[in-house]
């Protein structure tokens, strides 16, 4: 099986390689991005999607492609020209280009807007209140014509909050929830921007590669797009377990409303339809930590002695 991976060298790109490597299913890799910070053993593409000749040489010669390359959130706010072209062109072009095949687009819980009345489950309607939802949302109605039509195999994924991103990730109003881990590994006095009681949804690097993993290898075509399981995180338990695990972790809170409101006020979440499908995702808060810290450790991006 030959598989391109968009965004590769991104903080889930790079998650879904090592997932891929592991699994040992033999699938011949092309791995695309504007740019990599290290030499690798698979075939590498470094271009812009938004130009035709690069979105051509990254679909040209695979079975499968899994599109993780985007505007974040934030970025996509300040311009929505800038996020029209990458978060909606190119996957438009995606949808066209890989007629036939399989295709897995990494979608968003943008769609269900800022603190979406809840619960929210496998009917809830989209309604998006952001550029990049948005622009996620069209590319799913898009997406849902393509397997209507029988144009296209593979899945939209909507993907929770993903933890820990690197501290110098650019674009996401989220950071604060990878930064609060960030001030816990290396013993920072931090103060969580939301209130004890905010909840939001996660899931650590791992998986959320597990899960891309899972659609780009199987098979069949998801009409409806997929909000995959993630751990509804009260932003209280989260700080007390990292406090525990962490002892010299000095985190509080100081709430910024508009941060509570876009990014910490979700309701319960109910996937029973991605369970079905062999999605998985964290059961509690113990185990997101313990994944996070294995991811950061892994990536070595922080040192767990730092606080002595």
Aim: hydrophobic share 50%.
């Amino acid at each position: 099986m030959r598989l391109t991976i968009t965004g590769a060298d991104g903080f889930v790109g790079r998650a879904v390689l090592r997932r891929l490597r592991e699994a040992g299913r033999g699938a011949e890799l092309l791995l695309v991005d504007r740019a990599f910070a290290e030499p690798g053993r698979e075939r590498r593409l470094t271009g812009d999607l938004t130009e035709p000749a690069i979105l051509a040489a990254a679909t040209r010669d695979c079975d499968g492609l899994l599109h993780l390359a985007a505007l974040p959130g934030g970025a996509a706010e300040c311009d929505p020209a800038a996020s029209r072209r990458v978060n909606l062109d190119v996957p438009l072009r995606l949808i066209e280009a890989m007629a036939g095949r399989r295709l897995v687009l990494a979608g968003s819980i943008a769609v269900f807007g800022a603190a979406p009345a809840g619960p929210v489950d496998d009917s809830t309607v989209p309604a998006p209140d952001s550029v990049y939802g948005t622009h996620k949302h069209m590319v799913e109605l898009a997406f849902a014509d393509a397997v209507r039509r029988g144009a296209i195999a593979g899945a939209v994924l909507r993907l929770p909050g993903i933890v820990a991103r690197p501290p110098a990730a650019k674009g996401f109003g989220s950071a604060f929830l990878s930064e609060v881990f960030h001030a816990a590994v290396a013993g920072k006095a931090y103060a969580v921007p939301v209130a004890p009681e905010a909840t939001s949804w996660l899931c650590s690097a791992g998986a959320c590669a597990a899960n891309l993993a899972h659609a780009i290898l199987g098979g069949g075509a998801e009409q409806t797009p997929v909000t995959l399981p993630a751990l509804r995180v009260r932003m209280g338990d989260l700080v007390n377990a990292l406090g525990t695990r962490l002892p010299c972790a000095a985190l509080t809170h100081a709430e910024d409303p508009v941060l509570r409101h876009a990014f910490a006020s979700y309701p319960p979440l109910v996937t029973p339809r991605a369970a079905a499908l062999g999605f998985t995702a964290e059961p509690d808060v113990d185990a997101l930590i313990d994944a996070v810290l294995a991811d950061l450790s892994r990536n070595r991006t922080q040192g767990f002695a730092s606080c002595a």
